[in-house]
């Protein structure tokens, strides 16, 4: 089975700073990783996903992510956060031949004027 | 289109009540599931459906029930409730084999068990 670990649990922020929020995972198959926010009171959106092909992945909102398959890693980027990105932000797994998703506990970011 | 409608979106219940929390997608979608988020832990899958008539266990099943008449509608029945299960919940829907094309949730209903 594979599953996901979140390494920062909070990250605060200064506005129009960098963020970086690390994510590895562990599979001995294919995987297919994912990036979900959750603002709050609010379910979960799709800022990015990660299936094949360039291991760069540009999503919603400024942000992206990079797929490492030596590291195992899929961390995610931004290179100046707003006061709007304040929220709770998920990594999640699939393999490739699987349609259920394992989330990591996710990354709580706090962004400040 | 609604996307993925769940009812109720707060619910208070005393230990023993059972309950059904209402999950709906309009997109066609095979795929459905439920999953439970609680603080630090992310959120865990609780039961999925792969199709009407077809559903399978989660990581964390116990105490709760699904079924899939149809494919727009996924409800999840809590037995006899009880605080552990304090927590929210949301539904998901995903079209297309592996989850490549995303999955949509819908908004969570918050269950509080006293």
């Known amino acids: 089975a594979q599953s996901v670990t979140q390494l920062d649990s909070q990250v605060p922020v200064f506005e129009e700073a960098p963020v970086e929020l690390r994510c590895n995972y562990s599979?001995?198959?294919?995987?297919?990783l994912f990036w979900y926010v959750q603002y709050p009171n609010q379910g979960l959106q799709l800022l990015l996903k990660?299936?094949?092909?360039?291991?760069l992945v540009k999503g919603i909102n400024g942000f992206e992510a990079e797929f490492n398959k030596s590291q195992t890693s899929f961390h995610l980027r931004k290179p100046s956060v707003h006061i709007s990105d304040t929220a709770e932000y998920f990594c999640a797994v699939t393999r490739s031949n699987d349609y259920k998703l394992s989330f990591g506990a996710g990354t709580t970011v706090t962004v400040r004027a | 289109n609604a996307g993925v409608t769940q009812t109720p979106k707060f619910q208070v219940l005393k230990t023993g009540q059972s309950m059904t929390l209402q999950c709906a997608q309009d997109m066609n979608h095979e795929y459905m599931s439920w999953y439970r988020q609680d603080p630090g832990m992310g959120l865990r899958l609780i039961h999925y459906?792969?199709?009407?008539?077809?559903?399978d266990q989660g990581e964390v099943p116990n105490g709760y029930n699904v079924s899939r008449s149809t494919t727009e509608d996924f409800p999840l029945r809590l037995l006899s409730a009880a605080p552990s299960q304090t927590s929210v919940y949301f539904c998901a829907s995903s079209d297309g084999l592996t989850g490549s094309y995303g999955y949509t949730f819908g908004s969570g209903t918050r269950l509080t068990v006293v």
């Open positions: 990660y299936l094949s092909g360039s291991t």
């Open positions: 599979s001995s198959v294919s995987v297919y």
């Open positions: 459906s792969v199709g009407a008539g077809i559903t």
